[in-house]
């Protein structure tokens, strides 16, 4: 789940993501092979798969399955043909969502996306829909225990070349440009951090807040649908959420 409140839906993706390890592996699997066969296997020249490790490894996917995965690829032993293809469309009440999909098979993947959309009170729109609404950034969490100097963790971010830098609850959130993401990483890497979120992605410019509770309902089982397909990569979306909502 991929929206304005990234940061505070972390403990809850996680605890998801523990009951779906085999499943989230095998989107890991895949979007490493895309990025190996589409640009080579250093991590070190592709920022494509620099990225999709760093997503892996941020889903606790263990090395052994990471450097199989390239592996596989890079000698060619795999043989399916993904593609990349991005969905756009509306949840309730004009939530703008983006559905990131990696396919083999574009005749399967687009109705089960629409079949998603029109369930939960939703539709699917055409390209450019709503991608406009949304910026590519490169992510880092940093989560602050009670020792840390939040002032101190802000500058090392500044000196490793981070273009924004925002102070949440329990962490600093650290946003780059895509093509900076790795060097940012790195230095900051270098200087002992750890991240709890560490990819690219796409932030939304503008929120949508859900005051119906049906409405709210609907936009968590949208979500909940897209990311059990297997050909889903990420579900975007600008919808202005809270974990603590109807809890």
Not at 34 to 57: F, Q, R, T
Not at 123 to 151: C, H, M, R
Not at 157 to 168: K, P, Q, S
Request: glycine fraction near 8%; aromatic fraction near 6%; include cysteine.
């Amino acid at each position: 789940m991929s929206g304005h409140s990234k940061w505070h839906n972390i403990k809850n993706k996680k605890g998801k993501a523990d009951a779906k390890r085999g499943k989230i592996f095998t989107k890991m699997a895949r979007k490493i092979s895309v990025a190996v066969k589409e640009g080579g296997d250093d991590p070190d020249y592709n920022p494509a798969l620099k990225a999709a490790i760093d997503s892996a490894k941020a889903e606790n996917m263990p090395n052994d399955n990471i450097e199989r995965a390239i592996k596989k690829a890079a000698g060619g032993d795999d043989n399916a043909n993904y593609e990349s293809v991005t969905y756009e469309g509306y949840g309730p009440s004009g939530v703008a969502v983006m559905v990131q999909c990696l396919t083999d098979n574009r005749n399967r993947t687009a109705p089960d996306v629409r079949h998603a959309f029109d369930k939960h009170g939703g539709n699917l729109g055409t390209d450019g829909s709503v991608a406009f609404l949304f910026e590519k950034k490169g992510q880092l969490g940093i989560a602050l225990d009670d020792s840390a100097d939040p002032e101190a963790v802000e500058m090392d971010a500044i000196e490793a070349g981070a273009e924004d830098i925002r102070r949440e609850d329990g962490g600093i959130e650290v946003l780059t440009e895509p093509d900076d993401y790795g060097a940012v990483r790195k230095a900051l890497e270098e200087k002992g951090y750890d991240f709890v979120i560490s990819e690219i992605t796409f932030i939304p410019q503008t929120t949508t807040v859900l005051d119906d509770f049906e409405d709210r309902e609907k936009m968590r089982k949208l979500i909940d649908q897209l990311e059990e397909n297997d050909d889903v990569q990420e579900v975007y979306h600008n919808w202005e959420n809270d974990d603590e909502d109807d809890e």
